[in-house]
């Protein structure tokens, strides 16, 4: 009998051992929280890197399940905002340009808010933006410059404006394509104005804040970054002539970097880490790294090296431990650059030219021709780890895929599919 109890406390405690080190993620993958979230374009901190753990590192052939899809969102290229139990993705309705709350459950319609005038473009209609989620408030930039603030429950319509009226700004020939960033107590956008290439305004009130007085470039198709500094709070982004550094309290224009822009489309967001920022753009040109350093209440930029071997078009670039991944040139290939050097690792026509973000040590490749890979982000070499095909809708595939919750969410002009690639865990 005392044989028999001493078992049966043995057994207790390796049950309760088990149960207390399986959340830590010890002896069983950590499953991704249902909750997580994607606040912004590019995620959380604007980088293309999510948080989730426990997902698939080997697709079926016939790529992971879907949990949902719908086809309702008309027209645009832009990415999503995952929030709560809510997602929100601009596109079209009628002539609107609008913005979508869905159900992330099941991806059916909430609410549907007209944002301003729909504009008609050869490459593609409608939106290009994602939208910004700030407490109970949304932000939302259109193809044509109208910047809404709208509460997210109900979209009530708290304050409106359109940036390139207001600051004389040009809408760029492929349309506005910026994602707004919230910034403290600021929203930052770029409408290329004379003195005002890059704005703050009151986040609760649209009011100005600021103008960069000393920047006058147009927009280009990038969205901006915001960084500390050594203690100064810097903005960051890809005019149609630079890469620029603004100060983030007063727009004070701190540096212009030339050399990795283009005149044709700079696209991709900096990559900013360890007091150091990345711009890289096509059409011949290529990247560059840039060394910041604080000095009198500024911040003072140098060139530490600039390589032909990342031109990135459009589908952004990650940094994950140390090397940067994204496509280079057109039609491609998917690179790896160690970040600090620039030396290149490796390179693979991958999916062709395309998108990309980044998860539990896989790259999650969107190529503009409808298909999507899953690749592992090492600097040995290409790895490619299962990939399926996207119907086509009569453009190219552009919208930047998003991985949070344990979901794959791939937005093709007016449809969104909802990939279950949680791991499964044994029993």
Same mark, same amino acid.
């Given at each position: ?105 099941? =991806? ?77 107590? /600021? ?126 078009? /459009? ?51 969107? =190529? ?60």
């Amino acid at each position: 009998m005392k044989g028999t109890r001493s078992m049966n406390y043995n057994r207790l405690f390796v049950l309760l051992l088990a149960l207390t080190l399986t959340p830590l993620g010890i002896g069983a993958p950590a499953p991704s929280a249902p909750n997580a979230e994607w606040p912004q374009w590019r995620g959380p901190h604007r980088n293309g890197v999510s948080a989730d753990k426990g997902l698939l590192k080997q697709w079926p052939p016939a790529g992971p399940a879907k949990t949902w899809s719908i086809s309702n969102l008309g027209e645009g290229y832009g990415s999503l905002a995952v929030v709560g139990d809510r997602i929100y993705v601009q596109g079209t309705s009628g002539s609107s340009s609008a913005l979508f709350c869905l159900n992330r459950a099941d =991806g059916k319609t909430v609410w549907t808010a007209p944002l301003g005038q729909k504009v008609d473009e050869g490459r593609g209609n409608g939106p290009r933006s994602t939208p910004t989620i700030d407490g109970d408030r949304v932000y939302a930039l259109t193809e044509n410059g109208d910047l809404v603030c709208l509460r997210t429950r109900d979209a009530n319509r708290l304050w409106s404006k359109n940036i390139l009226k207001e600051f004389g700004g040009q809408n760029p020939g492929w349309l506005i394509s910026e994602s707004p960033l919230i910034d403290g107590d /600021h929203v930052i956008v770029t409408p290329g104005g004379n003195g005002a290439g890059i704005v703050a305004l009151d986040k609760m009130t649209g009011k100005t804040v600021w103008t960069s007085k000393e920047l006058s470039d147009q927009a280009a198709y990038s969205s901006s970054i915001a960084a500390d500094v050594g203690g100064v709070r810097t903005i960051m982004n890809f005019t149609s002539k630079a890469g620029v550094g603004v100060r983030a309290s007063d727009g004070k224009l701190m540096w212009r970097y030339e050399k990795a822009a283009n005149r044709t489309a700079n696209c991709t967001t900096p990559v900013f880490s360890d007091n150091k920022v990345f711009y890289t753009s096509d059409y011949g040109t290529g990247g560059g790294l840039l060394g910041l350093s604080p000095q009198n209440g500024e911040v003072k930029a140098q060139e530490i090296y600039f390589t032909k071997d990342m031109r990135n078009r /459009h589908g952004g670039v990650v940094l994950v431990n140390g090397y940067l991944y994204g496509f280079s040139g057109y039609p491609g290939p998917l690179t790896c650059l160690e970040f600090a050097t620039g030396k290149k690792m490796w390179a693979d026509r991958s999916v062709g030219i395309g998108s990309l973000t980044y998860a539990d040590g896989m790259l999650y490749v969107l =190529g503009e021709k409808q298909v999507v890979g899953l690749v592992e982000a090492t600097p040995k070499g290409y790895v490619e780890k299962g990939r399926f095909t996207i119907p086509d809708q009569g453009r190219e595939s552009w919208a930047h895929p998003v991985v949070v919750g344990g979901k794959l969410y791939i937005r093709n002009q007016g449809t969104l599919t909802s990939y279950d690639v949680k791991a499964g865990v044994a029993p």
